[in-house]
């Protein structure tokens, strides 16, 4: 096992700064080179690290294709990074892989496409212990955004919900941010099936395969300073990705009220009246988990609160048919586990399943429909405003890891010998923008249950992919001269 350079990796990789309550992500475009990378060398020794715990503030950045080449990166270089960062979210073919049709087109985002903004160059991720402190830190760092030769596109707030116990939850009333895979190597540790090498979120440290990732890098004689390591294929070329990674981001609004609406009308009694528990219960199905995360593998017939942090199942032998978990359930869809062919319930299972994991460190934005997250009261409050997640997740390799698990397993109708159910929560209701899939199936004895007709509950409201450099890239891309 390689040791992690944690000096030198961004920190949002090893920690999702939960002690760090507000939080925002602002999107910026490059108008001056030279200024821009002046601006950039003046932070880099202000980005948070992932050895050191922020106490009150931190910083964070990446890049999109676009940005690395406004801040004067050459071609050749720019070719090393992956295919599917240089192409972006939006190409017409990506459309269709991550079902970014219909009301997800990437004509109606309100940021992303180039259409109605500004194409994306920079990201910074602010965090701050409370808002007053957020304020205070953006107007500082805004206020050299003129001089650094750089503007302000889209300012992100966020807005974190939590319930009485500390746990995360976000806006259909779900606790969230529970199946958070291990990274080997950091500190924390738990069940081996849950832990991940490094190199599956982390360029330059070998990945489930047991090799390295492809990572971007330059030549040598671009590098003179030596502020970059020797790459993987000798000194003539010099390592640019190395303690980097590749960071998906998505803005998905989710439509609550329609949610629990939908599942107030399909759970009805025979006289109209609605039936809290049966509406609860679909949810759950739907999600996988109860709303106090409680799994249904462990819990299937009512919510455990006790069980609500629990993370260490599996399903293939625990519930192979899915009476407790139905087969398309969202958790069960976005981390199979071990129900993987061709040998489920195996350790080959889990070793596949390695290989698609994601790293997930997203926010939810919008202040709730009803403070309480309880259903009834949702469905009684007045719904006004946008409200959603900042889905951000980390990984080494974009198209297996990121678009995979959208294409093949959350979009995908034939998903664990289903026929025509995409994920219930976030899927494509018409995959790959043909034919129609808007069926829910919760497997039961005699007689299973399928709903049908569920509308999209989530919208993507914009989206990019970044690269987040390591602290000594940054240092190096700052120092480019055309």
Same mark, same amino acid.
């Given at each position: 096992m390689s040791t992690l350079e944690l000096q030198d990796i961004q920190g949002i990789i090893v920690r999702g700064y939960s002690n760090l309550e507000a939080a925002s992500f602002v999107l910026l475009s490059i108008q001056n080179a030279v200024s821009a990378r002046h601006w950039l060398g003046s932070l880099v020794d202000r980005i948070q690290n992932g050895h050191d715990r922020p106490s009150d503030t931190c910083l964070n950045l990446a890049f999109t294709c676009d940005g690395l080449k406004a801040l004067g990166l050459d071609q050749a270089t720019l070719d090393t990074?992956?295919?599917? !960062?240089?192409?972006?979210? *939006?190409? @017409?073919?990506? =459309?269709?892989? #991550?079902?970014?049709?219909?009301?997800?087109?990437?004509? #109606?985002?309100?940021?992303? =496409?180039?259409? &109605? =903004? @500004?194409?994306?160059?920079?990201?910074?991720?602010?965090?701050?212990?409370?808002? /007053?402190?957020?304020?205070?830190?953006?107007?500082?760092?805004?206020?050299?955004?003129?001089?650094?030769?750089?503007?302000?596109?889209?300012? #992100?707030? *966020?807005?974190?919900?939590?319930?009485? &116990?500390?746990?995360?939850?976000? &806006?259909?009333?779900?606790?969230?941010?529970?199946?958070? @895979?291990?990274?080997? /190597? #950091?500190?924390?540790?738990?069940?081996p099936d849950n832990t991940i090498k490094a190199g599956e979120f982390i360029l330059g440290y070998p990945n489930e395969y047991g090799l390295l990732t492809e990572t971007p890098t330059v030549s040598a004689q671009r590098d003179r300073q030596n502020l970059l390591p020797e790459g993987q294929n000798g000194p003539e070329e010099h390592d640019l990705g190395r303690n980097g990674s590749y960071v998906v981001f998505r803005q998905l609004g989710q439509k609550v009220q329609a949610f629990w609406q939908f599942l107030d009308g399909v759970t009805q009694q025979s006289d109209g009246t609605s039936d809290p528990k049966a509406r609860v219960q679909l949810a759950s199905k739907i999600v996988g988990r109860w709303p106090s995360g409680t799994p249904l593998v462990q819990a299937p017939d009512r919510d455990q609160s006790k069980l609500g942090?629990?993370?260490? !199942?599996?399903?293939?032998?625990?519930?192979?048919?899915?009476?407790?978990? @139905?087969?398309?359930? &969202?958790?069960?869809? =976005?981390?199979?586990?071990?129900?993987?062919?061709?040998?489920?319930?195996?350790?080959?299972?889990?070793?596949?399943?390695?290989?698609h994991r994601l790293l997930r460190r997203g926010r939810t934005y919008g202040?709730?429909?009803?403070?309480?997250?309880?259903?009834?009261?949702?469905?009684?409050?007045?719904e006004t405003g946008e409200r959603g997640i900042h889905f951000i997740c980390i990984s080494a390799n974009i198209a297996r890891q990121f678009e995979f698990v959208q294409q093949t397993w959350l979009n995908n109708p034939k998903f664990n010998g289903l026929y025509s159910d995409t994920d219930p929560l976030v899927g494509d209701r018409a995959p790959g923008g043909v034919g129609t899939a808007n069926a829910f199936t919760a497997q039961a004895q005699p007689v299973r249950n399928r709903v049908m007709g569920l509308p999209n509950f989530v919208v993507v409201r914009g989206g990019a992919y970044f690269f987040l450099p390591s602290i000594r890239a940054c240092r190096y891309l700052a120092s480019l001269s055309i």
């Open positions: 990074f992956s295919t599917e !960062f240089r192409e972006g979210m *939006t190409p @017409p073919y990506k =459309s269709r892989v #991550l079902g970014d049709h219909g009301d997800n087109a990437p004509a #109606l985002w309100d940021w992303g =496409s180039g259409i &109605h =903004s @500004p194409s994306i160059h920079i990201m910074l991720m602010l965090y701050a212990a409370d808002e /007053g402190k957020l304020i205070s830190f953006y107007d500082e760092l805004a206020n050299a955004f003129g001089s650094g030769g750089v503007a302000l596109i889209r300012k #992100l707030d *966020t807005f974190m919900l939590k319930d009485e &116990h500390g746990g995360f939850r976000e &806006h259909f009333g779900f606790r969230d941010a529970i199946g958070q @895979p291990i990274v080997e /190597g #950091l500190s924390k540790t738990g069940s942090d629990k993370n260490e !199942f599996a399903y293939h032998h625990a519930d192979p048919h899915g009476f407790k978990c @139905p087969l398309g359930a &969202h958790i069960r869809r =976005s981390n199979p586990r071990d129900s993987l062919d061709p040998q489920p319930g195996t350790p080959k299972s889990i070793a596949i399943n390695k290989t202040k709730p429909v009803a403070d309480s997250l309880n259903p009834q009261d949702m469905l009684k409050a007045e």
